[in-house]
């Protein structure tokens, strides 16, 4: 349950229709909702009323609503580096044949903002606007191994250190002996950490001063991929963070370090 209000209670509400992917009954948010019928009834009745929601009277459900698109296209074009990243994606994806990643942090976890398939996709979990866990992703531990002290100690007590596969890290001793050798090396490492037979190799995207804007990644099936031959693609991950960098400095990101500086 929120502790934000009224604005964060109708938040709760949005992310709980969001979470079936597909339109729901009132009753079936009832069954799962924190809050009791009434209450819940009434910011339903707002946000339709509000567009945030639709409301489909012959089958009686609800569903995401068209303002809420608006929306996210907004947010999409104004605060996702994926309008920049893009011709740098189609660019890895035409050269090296696999599943590639752009992946920005939210709230202590990764979402990732845009992917291009591999030329012979296999099924994996990640998908364009879905969330996934930092600890053990490729995305997620390059974008974590560069925060702040303070903003990763925030981030590793939100993490739930899960054990997805044998090789997920599950502890906060393991997680930072891993982003230290991340620092050390520049780029991160999947070990079938998240889905077993995926691995990938993730560089991130840095501003000057060194503030983590996002991630890129290479994604591949272990039955046609190791990681030594995907290590061979750093050179090509890292210009096209730069380059991403680059253009979104010069564009939506400004490095504010360099704003105080000057």
Same mark, same amino acid.
Request: aromatic share 6%; proline share 4%; charged share 20%.
């Given at each position: 349950? *929120?502790?934000?209000?009224?604005v !964060?209670?109708?938040?709760?509400?949005?992310?709980?229709?969001?979470? #079936?992917?597909?339109?729901? +009954?009132? !009753?079936?948010?009832?069954?799962?909702? =924190?809050?009791?019928?009434?209450?819940?009834?009434?910011?339903?009745?707002?946000?339709?009323?509000?567009?945030?929601?639709?409301?489909?009277?012959?089958?009686? %459900?609800?569903?995401? !609503?068209?303002?809420?698109?608006?929306?996210?296209?907004?947010a999409?074009?104004?605060?996702?580096?994926?309008?920049?990243? +893009?011709?740098?994606?189609?660019?890895l994806?035409?050269?090296?044949?696999e599943?590639?990643?752009?992946?920005?942090?939210? @709230? *202590?976890?990764?979402?990732?903002?845009?992917? +291009?398939?591999?030329?012979?996709?296999?099924?994996?979990y *990640?998908?364009?606007?879905?969330?996934?866990?930092?600890? =053990?992703? $490729?995305? $997620?531990?390059?974008?974590?191994?560069?925060?702040?002290?303070?903003?990763?100690?925030?981030?590793?007590?939100?993490? @739930? #250190?899960?054990? #997805?596969?044998d *090789?997920?890290?599950? @502890?906060?001793?393991?997680?930072?002996?891993? &982003?230290?050798?991340?620092?050390?090396? $520049?780029?991160? #490492?999947?070990?079938?950490?998240?889905?077993?037979?995926?691995? =990938?190799?993730?560089?991130?995207?840095?501003?000057?001063? $060194? /503030?983590? &804007?996002?991630?890129?990644?290479?994604?591949?099936?272990?039955?046609?991929? %190791?990681l030594?031959?995907?290590?061979?693609?750093?050179p090509q991950? /890292?210009?096209?963070?730069?380059?991403?960098? +680059?253009?979104?400095?010069?564009?939506?990101?400004?490095?504010?370090?360099?704003?105080?500086?000057?």
């Amino acid at each position: 349950m *929120s502790g934000d209000g009224t604005v !964060g209670k109708a938040l709760d509400v949005l992310d709980q229709v969001a979470s #079936f992917d597909r339109p729901v +009954r009132f !009753g079936q948010l009832l069954e799962t909702s =924190c809050y009791p019928k009434a209450t819940l009834y009434r910011f339903v009745q707002t946000l339709t009323n509000q567009g945030m929601l639709m409301y489909d009277a012959d089958r009686q %459900t609800y569903a995401l !609503g068209m303002r809420l698109v608006r929306l996210a296209h907004k947010a999409w074009t104004h605060s996702s580096l994926a309008p920049i990243a +893009r011709h740098h994606l189609d660019l890895l994806s035409a050269s090296l044949g696999e599943t590639v990643h752009l992946a920005q942090m939210d @709230s *202590s976890q990764v979402l990732y903002v845009d992917k +291009r398939n591999a030329a012979q996709p296999v099924e994996m979990y *990640s998908q364009a606007g879905r969330v996934g866990p930092a600890y =053990c992703t $490729g995305v $997620g531990k390059a974008m974590l191994a560069h925060l702040t002290e303070s903003a990763l100690a925030r981030a590793i007590e939100q993490q @739930s #250190f899960h054990r #997805f596969t044998d *090789s997920t890290l599950t @502890s906060e001793t393991a997680l930072r002996e891993e &982003l230290d050798a991340i620092r050390a090396r $520049g780029y991160a #490492f999947d070990r079938e950490e998240h889905e077993p037979g995926i691995i =990938c190799i993730a560089m991130p995207i840095l501003t000057n001063a $060194g /503030r983590v &804007l996002g991630a890129l990644s290479v994604t591949g099936p272990t039955m046609r991929r %190791t990681l030594a031959e995907m290590e061979n693609w750093v050179p090509q991950l /890292r210009a096209a963070s730069e380059n991403i960098a +680059r253009e979104a400095a010069a564009w939506r990101f400004p490095d504010m370090d360099q704003q105080k500086a000057g």
